[in-house]
């Protein structure tokens, strides 16, 4: 039977992920014979608002087994979603959260939740004979996003070998997609030259970034710029840094612990040093400058650069459509971080993005530190026209699978393609 999206089955199976660690994978079969599969990624920082990932906690691979998951699905999601319609993927999320019945997605799991409803879309679009970007636009333009891409990790992510998570590039200059790409590679190779000649390369962290062998924060920003340089590139006018503090994993009791810097700051002064380091670098994105419970810090460092600097809320946000409408009432940023798995389900990140949307603020969807080949966010930053995507460095294939696919779908829009460019970045003009 052609184009018929009810679903007939959900089978859902144990994969790996970047860190080989076990994750779900879900897959959507439709009763026109449409497949549909999504893996949930996982994140290494996360916020404590998140949809919480249900994990076995017992002695396998480290407490991260997934069995309680795959039964979830199984036992539960499968049996409530049987007979619905694939393409109706509002009334498909509504019933799994009706089902898991938690704020947080607790019983269930946000990591089973993710999976079935990203599967959903792919199969739905399969079964409309549609690329996932163009099915996800219903008719409306589309737009390659500005790649946001690590050079440095840090953080979580490198054993807190420093303290700021990603030191990251954003090819300003770029035309294309596929142009930022080249630029981006000429960078990240540069960056890694310039870490051999230091005697300082030592591999790459969790997303591919080069591990952060440096004796400062600053010392992590002086050589992006001089990675930038030897590119041949312009710092801040063809290539603008941008930095993930990712604040929360340094902050106790009202009090900053910069651990490479031997230095212990209060909220003013972190702000007064980020602060000080857009008047000195080429920084044109800060996420996450404070940590997630702190309003005042927010506010603050938003009031300060937020007219020339992008302020992303990531853990502070948590793909939250209420958190990006109460941060937006009291100026705490100027740009939302789209995580579909910190949220659980495609209608609600479908709802966050809309509400960034609605405050004028810029849209980044980004992967998280542990990945898989899934590449479903390249196609939701396509079909939504979010301005920026970010998904980690420019190594490991869990990475390279998603730039590579953006340069698929430029290629696949020919004439019609639309490219963010550089005003897809906030505070790089007035907001
Ligand atoms: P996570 O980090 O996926 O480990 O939470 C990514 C980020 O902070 O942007
Ligand atoms: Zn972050």
Not at 7 to 28: H, K, Y
Not at 175 to 183: G, P, Q
Not at 318 to 334: D, E, K, P
Not at 413 to 428: C, D, E, H, K, Y
Request: charged letters at 25%; glycine letters at 10%; hydrophobic letters at 45%.
């Amino acid at each position: 039977m052609a184009n018929d999206a009810t679903i007939r089955d959900i089978l859902c199976r144990r994969v790996w992920d970047s860190r080989g660690r076990p994750t779900v994978e879900a897959e959507l079969v439709l009763a026109d014979g449409a497949r549909g599969r999504a893996i949930a990624p996982a994140g290494a920082s996360r916020g404590k608002r998140e949809a919480i990932e249900l994990r076995d906690h017992d002695a396998a691979f480290g407490g991260q087994g997934v069995s309680k998951a795959l039964a979830a699905i199984r036992d539960e999601i499968r049996p409530a979603l049987l007979g619905l319609r694939a393409d109706d993927q509002a009334i498909i999320d509504a019933r799994v959260i009706e089902l898991d019945g938690t704020p947080q997605k607790a019983r269930l799991g946000g990591n089973a939740l993710i999976a079935v409803s990203m599967a959903a879309a792919h199969a739905a679009a399969t079964s409309a004979g549609l690329p996932l970007w163009r099915y996800l636009a219903q008719g409306k333009p589309v737009q390659l996003p500005m790649p946001m891409v690590q050079l440095f990790g840090g953080g979580a992510h490198a054993g807190n070998r420093i303290d700021l998570q990603d030191f990251l590039v954003i090819p300003l200059g770029a035309h294309s997609f596929d142009e930022a790409m080249a630029m981006v590679a000429e960078v990240y190779r540069a960056g890694g030259a310039l870490m051999s000649e230091l005697g300082l390369l030592a591999g790459v962290a969790d997303e591919g970034g080069w591990w952060p062998a440096f004796s400062s924060n600053e010392e992590a920003l002086d050589r992006a710029v001089q990675a930038i340089e030897r590119a041949k590139f312009r710092p801040g006018v063809d290539v603008g840094i941008a930095i993930d503090v990712a604040a929360s994993q340094f902050y106790d009791n009202g009090r900053y612990r910069l651990a490479t810097d031997r230095e212990e700051l209060s909220t003013e002064a972190l702000v007064d040093r980020l602060a000080e380091w857009c008047g000195r670098y080429p920084i044109v994105s800060i996420e996450d400058p404070v940590a997630e419970d702190d309003d005042e810090g927010m506010r603050l460092i938003t009031a300060r650069v937020g007219d020339r600097v992008q302020i992303i809320g990531d853990d502070y946000l948590v793909t939250s459509a209420a958190r990006v409408n109460a941060a937006a009432a009291t100026g705490a940023c100027n740009a939302a971080l789209i995580k579909p798995n910190q949220v659980g389900t495609l209608t609600e990140t479908r709802a966050a993005f809309d509400a960034a949307r609605a405050v004028n603020w810029k849209t980044v969807i980004s992967a998280r530190s542990g990945e898989s080949e899934d590449v479903t966010i390249v196609h939701l930053a396509v079909g939504w026209q979010a301005d920026q995507l970010k998904v980690g460095s420019f190594a490991r294939s869990e990475r390279m699978a998603k730039w590579n696919e953006g340069i698929r779908i430029e290629e696949a829009l020919g004439a019609q393609t639309q490219f963010a460019g550089r005003r897809a970045v906030g505070g790089l003009r007035k907001l």
